[in-house]
Nanobody, 115 residues
């Protein structure tokens, strides 16, 4: 059974940096695409960033230039480096891993940007 587990959430000051990690494991699993969504309180879930297994990345406009997504294919791990954080980045961050036939989600990790 595939499991996707995020780690690294917490409280960060505005302008600060933080890194999230996510591991997908189980059943000889290999994800074609891994990435991150986020959901601010009371709002819909929105894409943040994604990365394919050959390293191609995409970013949403609000985070472009501030966030960097990377992955370790051997470990089925994806990272999200977040710099110059703003209050509007406060959200639950969800990791996902997608194969050709299915998408798997983590349970989310809270990131709060506040002074």
């Amino acid at each position: 059974q595939v499991q996707v587990v995020e780690s690294g959430g917490g409280l960060v000051h505005p302008g600060g940096s933080h890194r999230l990690s996510c591991v997908a494991s189980g059943g000889g699993f290999r994800a074609a695409v891994m990435g991150w969504y986020r959901q601010p309180l009371g709002q819909s879930r929105e894409i943040v960033a994604s990365i394919t297994d050959n390293g191609a990345t995409t970013y949403s406009e609000p985070v472009k230039g501030r966030f960097t997504v990377s992955r370790d294919n051997a470990e089925n791990t994806v990272y999200l480096q977040m710099n110059n954080l703003k209050s509007e980045d406060t959200a639950v961050y969800y990791c996902y891993a997608r194969t050709t036939s299915k998408i798997y989600w983590g349970r989310g990790t809270q990131v709060t940007v506040s002074s």
